[in-house]
């Protein structure tokens, strides 16, 4: 069964502090991976696609990192307006639906 | 306009009444996905078409739930003899690519029944 667990479920950081998220996924034959980020209230809003090991994608302060089980969110720095729940999900099966993780809540304080 | 949009962004209602549920997605996307977000059960895929026709059903949850799209565009999500368990954020998103593109979210309806 497809299935992808994210950690961990919360993070605070200190504004400046850097840190990573981690996105574990279980699928049969990974045909995308993708990060989103939802503030309160709102839908998802698309960030990274990734498809294949060794695949990374950057952008501002957020780099997206993909292994053969795993990827990976590094944030660098951060700013509070990073605060929100960052969502990792999967193409499951043939007709493009998309598995989530759980997602992590990231909090930044300044 | 720009973004998937739904409608309406907030619905209210009593146990046992019908509901539904509007979405419209970018101009010119093809895949229209249903999604529901609840407490502890996070994002679940509900029901996904390609222009009308809705080849994966498989995410509605019982058959008080059902979904049409016409002309390729606006999708309508119907929950009928609404339960509290309904009760979640349903979002919906469009894809230009059907299957492998990329999909894109819509701000979400906030159904809470009653």
């Known amino acids: 069964e497809d299935q992808v667990t994210q950690s961990p479920e919360a993070l605070r950081l200190q504004e400046g502090e850097s840190s990573s998220l981690n996105c574990s996924y279980t699928v049969s034959g990974l045909r995308g991976l993708f990060w989103y980020r939802q503030d309160p209230g709102k839908g998802p809003e698309f960030l990274f696609t990734l498809y294949s090991a060794g695949e990374e994608k950057e952008k501002e302060r957020l780099k997206a990192t993909l292994t053969k089980k795993e990827s990976f969110l590094h944030i660098t720095a951060p700013k509070p307006e990073d605060s929100a729940t960052y969502l990792c999900?999967?193409?499951?099966?043939?007709?493009?639906?998309?598995?989530f993780g759980q997602g992590t809540t990231l909090q930044v304080k300044p | 306009g720009a973004g998937v949009s739904q409608s309406p962004s907030n619905k209210v209602t009593e146990k046992g009444k019908d509901v539904e549920l509007r979405c419209d997605p970018i101009?010119?996307?093809?895949?229209l996905y249903w999604y529901r977000q609840s407490l502890g059960q996070g994002l679940e895929f509900l029901i996904y078409?390609?222009?009308?026709?809705?080849?994966?059903k498989s995410g509605l949850p019982s058959d008080r739930f059902s979904a049409e799209r016409t002309g390729g565009s606006v999708s309508t999500l119907t929950i009928q003899r609404t339960q509290q368990e309904d009760s979640a954020v349903y979002l919906c998103?469009?894809?230009?690519?059907?299957?492998?593109?990329?999909?894109?979210f819509g701000p979400g309806t906030r159904l809470l029944v009653l």
């Open positions: 078409f390609q222009g009308n026709s809705a080849p994966d």
């Open positions: 999900a999967v193409f499951s099966g043939n007709t493009g639906k998309l598995i």
């Open positions: 101009s010119g996307h093809t895949a």
């Open positions: 998103a469009s894809s230009l690519v059907p299957v492998q593109g990329t999909q894109y």
